[in-house]
T-cell receptor, first 114, second 109 residues
Framework: NAGVTQTPKFQVLKTGQSMTLQCAQD?????MSWYRQDPGMGLRLIHY???????DQGEVPNGYNVSRSTTEDFPLRLLSAAPSQTSVYFC?????????????FGEGSRLTVL | QQQVKQSPQSLIVQKGGIPIINCAYE??????FPWYQQFPGKGPALLIA?????SEKKEGRFTISFNKSAKQFSLHIMDSQPGDSATYFC????????FGSGTQLTVLP
């Protein structure tokens, strides 16, 4: 049972570089989301999707881009990495929406921007 | 602006103690209040959740108390064990899930 799979687990970037964090779920969940976790700030919502072809911004969307071409995949793109984007990123999915049941999280992707 | 305020930031108790973590919210549109548990190097996992139409929910050693009029809710861990040492997040949802800042709990043997 894979659940929510994130790759890579660790990444170091230089300022200005771009990259994509991959997220895939095998539970046929409609809702998928990306959070970033920083010390003392909890988890903050970056972007979310309620189904294939539908995405929307969360609390901290600047500098990030997402797409949802399939139900299973929800990649997060950093367009031009900045040191402020150093964080641990979590992808999460739920069957229908954020307030109807459990949100399943991946194990995280730790990103360092130099 | 933090929509869900969580306290304390850290908590140390002896084995068998009853740690209590508190959260407060402002948005009356929130209709789902889960607690998540996170171990180092792992993603958060759902521990227990409550809807605002009930004042208390118990699952094993974990209890949520909910005060709708005060817009506050709390997590109690009965007979705490060293294995409960983790970071705990409260959260609140209407369309999206908003997390508190987290409480790092240490249960001493």
């Amino acid at each position: 049972n894979a659940g929510v799979t994130q790759t890579p687990k660790f990444q170091v970037l230089k300022t200005g570089q771009s990259m994509t964090l991959q997220c895939a779920q095998d539970m046929n969940h409609e809702y998928m989301s990306w959070y970033r976790q920083d010390p003392g700030m909890g988890l903050r919502l970056i972007h979310y999707s309620v189904g294939a072809g539908i995405t929307d911004q969360g609390e901290v969307p600047n500098g990030y881009n997402v797409s949802r071409s399939t139900t299973e995949d929800f990649p997060l793109r950093l367009l031009s990495a900045a040191p402020s984007q150093t964080s641990v990123y979590f992808c999460a999915s739920s069957y229908h929406s954020a307030n109807t049941g459990e949100l399943f999280f991946g194990e995280g992707s730790r990103l360092t921007v130099l | 602006q933090q929509q869900v305020k969580q306290s304390p930031q850290s908590l140390i108790v002896q084995k068998g103690g009853i740690p209590i973590i508190n959260c407060a919210y402002e948005n009356t549109a929130f209709d789902y209040f889960p607690w998540y548990q996170q171990f180092p190097g792992k993603g958060p996992a759902l521990l227990i959740a409550i809807r605002p139409d009930v004042s208390e929910k118990k699952e094993g050693r974990f209890t949520i108390s909910f005060n709708k009029s005060a817009k506050q809710f709390s997590l109690h861990i009965m007979d705490s064990q060293p294995g409960d040492s983790a970071t705990y997040f409260c959260a609140a949802a209407s369309r999206q899930l908003t997390f508190g800042s987290g409480t790092q709990l240490t249960v001493l043997p």
